[in-house]
């Protein structure tokens, strides 16, 4: 059965922490690798990974695979209240994804 | 530049009753899909499309149907509403094999 696995479930840091957040995965077919951010409404696309230890940066936001450990990481540096929302991670493996349940982000001023 | 619309926002139904949430898209993506999102279990595909005429089943296709007669429409049916069908549903289409999906606003569903 494929699946997605994120950790932590919830987070709560205060402005101006780094925050790592992890995507583990098992699936039969991987195409790629994707973060969202969702706010109050649709997931928003932030990066798209589909080679190993090729960092994604955009901002503060940075993003890299394993696909030895079968695992990715965004990190966000100086995190900001605007930050605040559910981190998704999903697996592409052709014409289906797959997505785990989320990291909730919470950012303290 | 539309995106991905997604008609209604909110809906209420009764239990038994039968309604069409609507999708379109104005970027002549191919490929279209309906997920539903409920606390704790994240996004889960309920059907798909990967071009006029041509649909197939996700995860939880129970108690849905779909079709695609036009590249920019995918309708998502529900027959016969069930309180297990509540739930916050959205639709996203893509442009290509291997690239990211494009979301709608949502549709938040409650069945009574």
Request: proline share 5%.
């Given at each position: 059965e494929d699946k997605v696995v994120q950790s932590p479930l919830s987070l709560v840091v205060h402005e101006g922490d780094t925050v790592t957040l992890n995507c583990s995965y098992e699936v039969t077919n991987f195409r790629s690798l994707l973060w969202y951010k969702q706010e109050k409404k649709a997931p928003t696309f932030l990066f798209m990974l589909t080679s190993s230890g090729i960092e994604k940066k955009s901002g503060r936001l940075s993003s890299i695979l394993d696909k030895k450990e079968l695992f990715s990481i965004l990190n966000i540096t100086a995190t900001q209240t605007g930050d605040s929302a559910i981190y998704l991670c999903a697996v592409n493996t052709g014409n289906q994804f797959y997505f785990g349940t989320g990291t909730s982000l919470t950012v303290i001023p | 530049n539309a995106g991905v619309t997604q008609t209604p926002k909110f809906q209420v139904l009764k239990?038994?009753?039968?309604?069409?949430?609507?999708?379109?898209?104005?970027?002549?993506?191919?490929?279209?899909?309906?997920?539903?999102?409920?606390?704790?279990?994240?996004?889960?595909?309920?059907?798909?499309?990967?071009?006029?005429?041509?649909?197939?089943?996700?995860?939880?296709?129970?108690?849905?149907?779909?079709?695609?007669?036009?590249?920019?429409?995918?309708?998502?049916?529900?027959?016969?509403?069930?309180?297990?069908?509540?739930?916050?549903?959205?639709?996203?289409?893509?442009?290509?094999?291997?690239?990211?999906?494009?979301?709608?606003?949502?549709?938040?569903?409650?069945?009574?």
């Open positions: - | 239990t038994g009753q039968s309604m069409t949430l609507q999708c379109a898209q104005d970027m002549n993506h191919e490929y279209m899909s309906w997920y539903r999102q409920d606390p704790g279990m994240g996004l889960r595909l309920i059907h798909y499309s990967v071009g006029a005429g041509i649909t197939d089943q996700g995860e939880v296709p129970n108690g849905y149907n779909v079709s695609r007669s036009t590249t920019e429409d995918f309708p998502l049916r529900l027959l016969s509403a069930a309180p297990s069908q509540t739930s916050v549903y959205f639709c996203a289409s893509r442009q290509i094999l291997n690239s990211p999906l494009h979301f709608g606003n949502g549709t938040r569903l409650t069945v009574t």
